[in-house]
Every structure is written in structure tokens, then in C-alpha cells.
């Protein structure tokens, strides 16, 4: 039997605490034109500097994921490590970097992102699948099924979060447990690719006609 291989999540788009109310361009805009009156030391004005320090931080930060949503996942990186500089503790930085870390295969680079980033926000469905994909890309299938049993029980119907689960409890072998996973999958979301997986779960548990009925259906999707 083909061996699964685990999708990588494009989840950046999702990104906690991206606000509308500015672009990177406004913000680069208003730091440069604040920068000749925001020369006095943090001791003497600590609000407007750090004021400005959360601009900068902003930019880089809002750079990075308009690089990422382009899939120009090395420039995500620099700017999100940038924004990592000016402010450590910034959740979003580390989530988009993680996400390009896990696009461009550095999946253990991607992990300790992830770790910070639950860290950080310890209720990002996201974060946990993201890092599951990175798990298992690294081999640790255990683990991986851990962070998409926890991503599952923060947002049940995300689909991805099952489909994921399910490709790595194939490559395990647990194909009762894939078999439930690609059932929960088609049940929200029908895809070739779906009854294609689920069946060669129903191949692999010995069940053949069920197997052809469901490469039956995948055969429809592509007609």
C-alpha cells in the first residue's frame, strides 16, 4: 500500500490579532515621519518610544505575513525574525515564521516557533495543527496525533485538522482509526481525494468492496 504522505497546512492566513485598521505601508509611513520628534531617550519619553518600537515591531510583523499569503516564505522568515528582535513576545511574528519555517521543510525550526507560539497563546487551533504537520514530517507520529487531538477539541469541524490525523495514523498503520478520521472528513467536507484515502483504509483493513465503492466515488468528483 502507497504510503500517506501529510499535507502542508497554508494557515498564516489566520494569523491572531492582524488588524485591518492599518497597512505595513501606512505604518512604515507614520514611523519615518514620527522619527525626527521621537529622538529623546527612552528615560526622558518612555511612552513615545515605545510607541515607535511597536510600529517598527507592526511593520515587520505585517510584512511578514503579506510575504507568507504571497508564498515568498524566505522573506516571512526575515521580516518575522525581525520582528522577533524588536519584540520577543510577539505572538504573531513567531506564528508566521513558524508556518514559513514549515512551508520551506525546516519542520524542526517550524516546531520550536510552534512552541512558542502555544506558549504564548495556549488556544491556537492553528498552532497545534500546524505543529502537528511538523511533527510528523520530523517522524514523531505520536506526538503529531497529540497536537491534532488538542486542535480538534479547540475547533472540531476543521477539517484539515482530521485529514492530517488521518494521514498520519495511516503511515502508522492504524488504519481503524484513519478509517474513522477520513469518515468524520467526508462527512464535512466530500473530496475525491477523500474516498480515494478512505479507501485505501477499507484496502488495507481487508475490506474490498467498500474499497472499489469508494474509488467509485472519487472516479465522479473528476468527471
Do not use: H, W
Not at 502542508?8 to 485591518?20: E, I
Not at 498520519?168 to 474516498?195: C, H, Q, R, W
Request: proline fraction near 3%.
Amino acid at each position: 500500500m502507497k504510503k500517506f504522505s501529510v499535507c502542508v497546512l497554508t494557515a498564516c492566513l489566520l494569523l491572531t490579532g492582524c488588524g485591518d485598521e492599518e497597512t505595513p505601508e501606512e505604518t512604515s509611513i507614520q514611523a519615518e515621519e514620527n522619527s525626527s520628534a521621537e529622538k529623546t531617550s527612552t528615560v526622558e519619553n518612555p511612552k513615545r518610544d515605545k510607541k515607535k518600537l511597536d510600529e517598527q515591531t507592526k511593520f515587520y510583523a505585517d510584512r511578514a505575513k503579506d510575504n507568507y499569503d504571497k508564498k515568498n516564505y524566505r522573506e516571512a522568515v526575515n521580516d518575522a525574525t525581525e520582528a522577533i528582535r524588536l519584540d520577543p513576545a510577539n505572538v504573531n511574528a513567531y506564528t508566521c515564521r513558524g508556518y514559513a519555517y514549515s512551508e520551506l521543510g525546516n519542520y524542526r525550526d517550524a516546531v520550536a516557533d510552534l512552541n512558542k507560539v502555544i506558549e504564548l497563546d495556549p488556544n491556537n487551533a492553528k498552532a497545534y495543527g500546524v505543529r502537528g504537520v511538523a511533527l510528523a514530517n520530523t517522524g514523531d507520529y505520536n506526538k503529531a496525533v497529540e497536537d491534532f487531538d488538542k486542535a480538534i477539541s479547540l475547533k472540531p469541524n476543521d477539517v484539515a485538522n482530521y485529514e492530517n490525523r488521518g494521514l498520519v495514523y495511516g503511515n502508522m498503520g492504524d488504519f481503524k482509526s484513519a478509517l474513522a478520521d477520513f469518515d468524520k472528513v467526508i462527512s464535512l467536507k466530500p473530496t475525491a481525494e477523500a474516498y480515494q484515502r478512505r479507501a485505501q483504509c477499507y484496502e488495507a483493513l481487508g475490506d474490498n468492496a467498500k474499497a472499489q465503492a469508494d474509488f467509485d466515488k472519487a472516479k465522479k468528483f473528476n468527471r
